[in-house]
Structure formats: structure tokens, C-alpha cells
């Protein structure tokens, strides 16, 4: 499998079909992709479909590596097949040996070993217009399959390849009376001159001929960042006497590293530090601490900080001064020792800073501002082939004091094909997202306009609240509840939303349409450890009515670059062209920092939606400010993952 990150696109050519897939290695064992199937020969029918692969154990000195797939998990039956795969490397040789089903399961048969305990049907049907099913998944004969590599020392990336194919084309065959069907065997050619582009040829008999070409960038390799990173705070060589607090010039770097309420004593110097989501945590921690010291004065010997984000208050952290210096001024040090004798303590008593004394704190704003280019993208549509939009999202977010924040979106329609949406489906009398197309008209449209706040109710307890536009397509009021221990890797929420329908005929889309709908759900989220992935599932009410859950995997790198998937099983179906219906729905989302590039403000980001576009089951509300997401900055997680940018530039 690919390195986690890697994001693939394939264009193919094998029989009578054109095939054009996007997908991405989500994580370490799992890749996602989406397919769309033309066939040439039937007046450009199209079969779409998500496909999957998974990694059930990595390869070992005596053991092969084990993977299952599954092809057209969710699309079209005659594309559908899973397969279960052995592979094994010895040198220059890479062997693959494995059973397949469905359209996999048509050549050299065996009887289903999934039979068991009457796990699967002994009967399947390979072709038709309903979409593939779970009732599908592995029922059926079982055929089998090989392949070989064989990769030539003398020339980077060249290889050999031949294949035993356990696919008979029984689909193709029946579908077409005089149809020339490729033999099993196969043998070819493939050539990855980079990493990121290979090639391939192969002669299926001497009449097929098979073509691929692939590439595949890592979102790894992705270099801009979220922000650009703020110029170094130097430690000064030797404590001075007195505390220059008072001087100008400190009073703003303190500002403009986030700290606020500053007070010292003779053993302690204490300090909220508002964390900003474009920096990683750390370095932003350890620009606060070498400030603080160098402010401090000669006596206190610990810096403490009271993490802050949106108003939530995150754990009280209190470092060494000590250790800092040992590190910053004669590298005796490092962060991995700092962080060994940081004190993590949500009851830490502070002092009343002298000007909460005087007067009340002073009313806050401060304001951020950043450009989104958002665009959807659906290769799972059998009606309409592949739709697409693309849209300039520019946004003003207002803080209002602690507590508070605004913002304001406007959405510049710049590009689309939805008007094909129309020509194939009806007119729901009850849209929820049918009328994508509609909106996407509006060249300008106010894409959310809200007023949120946030809380911190107890420890690890954040709750908040919204009011407005809150997404392209709905305005309404949210509420959400989070508990997230800062010690562990587990958080369960939830969350209720009373949205109403905007109107897409409406001025900037701002009035409503009459409809409203109470959703809700249950949320839970596990951390897989030492990664930025996080699993997600939820169960509630979605914008249909349709109840249901969800399972969803997020992953973000060290450079910022987020990559995510999910899948929606409700208990109402969505109708195609053919009179198909499916009740499952399933997406992937890539988003890409472009903030540090010129002219490019901090926070803006490039993304990219893959997902069926104009449904109206298992829809969700796009909450702008989910806590799960604003509580990451002061997370245990997004603390240590980046605790090494302590003491240096990420």
C-alpha cells in the first residue's frame, strides 16, 4: 500500500472500459478512493463506485502481508467485488496470491468460504441497475487469482508484471451478444521514473491492450503551512535585576504572543496564552515561556500558563525556568526534558492580575481574516457522470470579548456543472440538499453569518452555542456539549440543532423557505495514539428526518495538511435514474493550509469535498464551530505532538 498521505489519481483503460478513480491513503491501513466507469460500447453508461482496501497485518520475515479489498463497496453491482490478498517479497520478486468475489469471483471457482454460520448467500447477482448492497459483500462463488513482479535492478522504477485474472467478464458476456471477452492471463510493463507518477502497459492475449497512468503526490510533501511562522523569541543570556514589564516594547510581544494577565511573584510567573490553531502548540508555548522569562525578573523560577482557546480553558502548565535556560542559552538541555518535569495541574491558585484589581477587564476584539477555495467534486453519479463546483469563500471572524465570536462568509460561486442535476432528477417538494444546483446559481451568496460562544463549564467540560447563518444552506441555533479528558485519548459529545432552510431565490439566500427540522446527535471520538488520526462515530437525527449513524476517520500531518472519510447509514433511501436506492452515503474531504504563502492571509486553506452531490438523506448540518475542532489546540494530543517546536521553528 502507499505511504499514509499519498493522494492517487488513475486513468485506465482495460475491455471496453475508460476508468477515472481519486482516492487517498487516509491512514497507515486504509486507502479510499472513487471510481467512474465508462462504457464506450453502450452509448457511455456509466458505473460509479467507492472503493476500499485495508491492511489486516504488514508483511514479516516468514509472514505475507493481508489485505482486503472491496471495488464498488458503494456504486454500481457490475464494477462490485472483494477480494482477500496475500503478498510477499523476496528481493526483486514481489508475489500476490488471493480469493475474490462478486465480479472477482467468476474464474477458476471454488465454493464460498464465507459460508459459514450463514455469514453469506450462495447466490449473487453480478449486473443490474440497483447499486451494490452489504447483503452483497462476499456472497457468491469465490474465485481465484495471482500476479508477479519483477523489479529490474539495472533501471530505478522499471518492472515486469503478469497476472492471473479470476474475472470472466459473465457481465459483459451477457450484456453483449458477439462480445470478445480478454483471456485470464496477462503480461505488461510499469515505469515510475518519481515517486509521485508511474505508468503501465500489458497485453491481456493479443488482441486487449491495458493502459494506467497514475499519479500520486503526498500530502506530506505539501509546503505551505497554515500561517507563517512568526520570527524567533531569543532567551537573553542572564537574569536581569528588575522586571522591564512596564517598557512598551514588551507589553506588545507579550500581545502579540497571546499572552494576557501577566503577573509574577517570587516563585512563580503566571499567564493566559490564547492558542492559535495555525501555529502547533508547543512552539507557541515555548515563545511564551522564553518572553516570560526574559521579563521576569531574577527571582521566580516556574512559568506557568493557563492555556486559552475561544474562551475554553484548557490545563494549567507550569515549566521549569531552569530547564528552559539549560536548553535555550547552553543546549544542555532538551524539550523532551523540559517536558519530563512540566507541571500539568488544572488547580493551580493564581493571583489576581493588579488591573483585574482596579477594574473590570476591558472589552476585547480581535479580528481574523482569511480566503477559502472550496471546491465539491462527485464521481459516484450513474445519472450524470461526474459533477463539480468551485467557489471563493472569504471570511471575517470577530472576537467579542472571552467568550464570544462572530463571523462572516460570503461564497463567490466561480465555476459548476450542476446544471446537469436538473435534467435527470425531480423536483423534491422538501429539499434538503436536492437543490444544491439552485444555489450554486447565486454567483454571490452570504455562506454564514453567526454569533457563537464558548464555555468551560468544569474541567474538561466545554459547551457552546450558535445563532445565524450557519452554512450555505440552513441558518438556525445550535447547542453542543463536550466532554474531552485532557489525559486521555476518548471525548463524547453532543449536539442539537434547530435549523431552518434558507432560501436560494432569496437576496444573498438570506430568507428562509419555511422548512425547519430538529436534528441531533451522539458523538464520540478516539485518538489513535502517536498519530494525528482520529476516529469518529455519531448517531442521531439527520436534516431529512432520517435517523441513523455514522462512521468517520480523520487525519491530520505535520504540516497541516488534513485528509478525512466518511460513511452515513440512515433508515431512508435516496432514488437514482434506474430506480436504484441506496441508504448508505459515504465522502472524503482534503483540506490544504495555503497561509503562508504571499498575499495569502493566515488560516486560509484549499478544499476539496468527494462525496455524492444533490442528496437528501444523510445530510448533516455543517456546524461552523464543532468543540470536538476548537478544543484540539489545547488538547493533550496537539500539546506533545509538536512538544519538540518548544525550543525551535517548526
Known amino acids: 500500500m502507499d505511504p499514509v498521505g499519498t493522494i492517487r489519481a488513475t486513468y485506465s483503460h482495460f475491455g471496453p472500459y475508460d476508468h477515472g478513480s481519486v482516492g487517498a491513503q487516509i491512514a497507515d491501513n486504509l486507502y479510499l478512493g472513487f471510481r467512474q466507469t465508462a462504457d464506450d460500447e453502450q452509448d457511455t453508461h456509466l458505473f460509479p463506485g467507492m472503493d476500499l482496501k485495508f491492511r489486516l497485518f504488514n508483511e514479516k520475515r516468514f509472514r505475507p502481508e493481508i489485505s482486503f479489498g472491496m471495488q464498488s463497496v458503494l456504486g454500481h453491482k457490475r464494477m462490485a467485488g472483494e477480494y482477500l490478498a496475500l503478498s510477499k517479497r523476496y528481493e526483486n520478486f514481489d508475489f500476490t496470491f488471493g480469493a475474490g468475489w462478486g465480479r472477482m469471483g467468476t474464474r477458476q471457482t471454488i465454493a464460498n468460504p464465507m459460508l459459514f454460520k450463514n455469514f453469506s448467500s450462495s447466490h449473487r447477482s453480478l449486473d443490474g441497475e440497483s447499486p451494490n448492497s452489504p447483503k452483497d459483500w462476499f456472497s457468491g462463488r469465490a474465485g481465484l487469482f495471482a500476479g508477479?513482479?519483477?523489479?529490474?535492478?539495472?533501471?530505478?522504477?522499471?518492472?515486469?508484471?503478469?497476472d492471473w485474472s479470476s474475472d470472466d467478464w459473465n457481465a459483459e458476456r451477457h450484456a453483449y451478444s458477439e462480445f470478445d471477452a480478454p483471456p485470464p492471463w496477462s503480461?505488461?510493463?510499469?515505469?515510475?521514473?518519481?515517486?509521485?507518477?508511474?505508468?503501465?502497459?500489458?497485453?491481456?492475449?493479443?488482441?486487449?491492450?491495458?493502459?494506467?497512468?497514475?499519479?500520486?503526490?503526498?500530502?506530506?510533501?505539501?509546503?505551505?503551512?497554515?500561517?507563517?511562522?512568526?520570527?524567533?523569541?531569543?532567551?537573553?543570556?542572564?537574569?536581569?535585576?528588575?522586571?522591564?514589564?512596564?517598557?512598551?516594547?514588551?507589553?506588545?510581544?507579550?500581545?502579540?504572543?497571546?499572552?494576557?494577565?501577566?503577573?509574577?511573584?517570587?516563585?512563580?510567573?503566571?499567564?493566559?496564552?490564547?492558542?492559535?490553531?495555525?501555529?502547533?502548540?508547543?512552539?507557541?508555548?515555548?515563545?511564551?515561556?522564553?518572553?516570560?522569562?526574559?521579563?521576569?525578573?531574577?527571582?521566580?523560577?516556574?512559568?506557568?500558563?493557563?492555556?486559552?482557546?475561544?474562551?475554553?480553558?484548557?490545563?494549567?502548565?507550569?515549566?521549569?525556568?531552569?530547564?528552559?535556560?539549560?536548553?535555550?542559552?547552553?543546549?544542555?538541555?532538551?524539550?523532551?526534558?523540559?517536558?519530563?518535569?512540566?507541571?500539568?495541574?488544572?488547580?493551580?491558585?493564581?493571583?489576581?492580575?493588579?488591573?483585574?484589581?482596579?477594574?473590570?477587564?476591558?472589552?476585547?476584539?480581535?479580528?481574523?481574516?482569511?480566503?477559502?477555495?472550496?471546491?465539491d467534486f462527485s464521481l459516484a453519479e450513474d445519472d450524470a457522470g461526474i459533477l463539480y463546483r468551485t467557489a471563493l469563500v472569504p471570511s471575517l471572524t470577530k472576537r467579542i470579548g472571552k467568550h464570544f465570536t462572530t463571523e462572516h462568509a460570503v461564497r463567490f460561486n466561480l465555476a459548476d456543472n450542476l446544471q446537469q442535476l436538473s435534467q435527470y432528477r425531480g423536483v423534491s417538494l422538501y429539499p434538503v440538499r436536492s437543490d444544491i444546483s439552485v444555489f450554486t446559481q447565486n454567483g454571490i451568496l452570504v455562506d454564514r453569518q453567526y454569533l457563537a460562544g464558548f464555555a468551560t463549564l468544569a474541567k474538561d467540560v466545554h459547551v457552546s452555542a450558535s445563532i445565524g447563518y450557519l452554512e450555505e444552506m440552513y441558518a438556525g441555533i445550535t447547542g453542543e456539549i463536550l466532554y474531552r479528558p485532557f489525559d486521555k485519548p476518548w471525548a463524547i459529545g453532543l449536539d442539537l440543532n434547530q435549523s431552518m432552510k434558507r432560501d436560494p431565490y432569496a437576496i444573498w439566500g438570506l430568507a428562509s423557505n419555511g422548512d425547519h427540522i430538529l436534528s441531533g446527535f451522539v458523538n464520540g471520538y478516539y485518538e489513535v495514539p502517536n498519530t494525528g488520526a482520529t476516529f469518529k462515530a455519531s448517531a442521531g437525527r439527520y436534516l431529512a428526518g432520517d435517523v441513523g449513524g455514522s462512521l468517520a476517520l480523520d487525519n491530520e500531518f505535520d504540516n497541516g495538511v488534513k485528509a478525512g472519510a466518511f460513511i452515513v447509514a440512515t433508515n431512508r433511501s435516496d432514488f437514482d435514474l434506474y430506480g436504484g436506492k441506496t441508504n448508505l452515503y459515504a465522502g472524503m474531504t482534503i483540506s490544504m493550509p495555503l497561509g503562508s504563502l504571499p498575499l495569502i492571509p493566515d488560516g486560509s486553506r484549499m478544499i476539496s469535498h468527494t462525496k455524492p452531490l444533490g442528496r437528501d438523506t444523510a445530510q448533516r448540518l455543517d456546524n461552523p464551530v464543532s468543540l470536538y475542532e476548537v478544543t484540539e489546540p489545547i488538547s493533550y494530543r496537539s500539546i506533545t505532538r509538536h512538544w519538540s517546536a518548544l525550543t525551535h521553528r517548526p
Open 148 to 162: 508477479l513482479q519483477y523489479d529490474v535492478p539495472a533501471v530505478r522504477g522499471f518492472s515486469f508484471k503478469t
Open 187 to 375: 503480461i505488461g510493463i510499469s515505469y515510475r521514473p518519481y515517486d509521485w507518477i508511474d505508468a503501465g502497459f500489458a497485453m491481456s492475449g493479443l488482441n486487449h491492450m491495458m493502459l494506467r497512468l497514475s499519479f500520486s503526490p503526498n500530502l506530506k510533501d505539501w509546503v505551505p503551512r497554515a500561517a507563517e511562522t512568526p520570527a524567533f523569541v531569543e532567551m537573553i543570556s542572564g537574569r536581569p535585576d528588575e522586571m522591564p514589564l512596564q517598557h512598551h516594547s514588551n507589553e506588545e510581544t507579550s500581545e502579540q504572543l497571546g499572552l494576557r494577565h501577566v503577573d509574577f511573584s517570587n516563585l512563580r510567573a503566571d499567564a493566559d496564552l490564547e492558542i492559535s490553531p495555525t501555529l502547533p502548540a508547543a512552539f507557541q508555548i515555548g515563545q511564551g515561556a522564553r518572553h516570560l522569562s526574559n521579563i521576569s525578573g531574577k527571582n521566580p523560577e516556574q512559568l506557568s500558563f493557563s492555556l486559552m482557546h475561544y474562551g475554553l480553558r484548557g490545563p494549567n502548565l507550569t515549566l521549569n525556568r531552569r530547564d528552559l535556560e539549560q536548553a535555550s542559552l547552553t543546549h544542555q538541555g532538551s524539550a523532551e526534558e523540559i517536558w519530563h518535569n512540566t507541571l500539568i495541574d488544572d488547580q493551580i491558585e493564581r493571583a489576581m492580575p493588579p488591573a483585574l484589581k482596579r477594574a473590570k477587564e476591558k472589552f476585547k476584539q480581535s479580528f481574523g481574516f482569511k480566503v477559502d477555495w472550496v471546491s
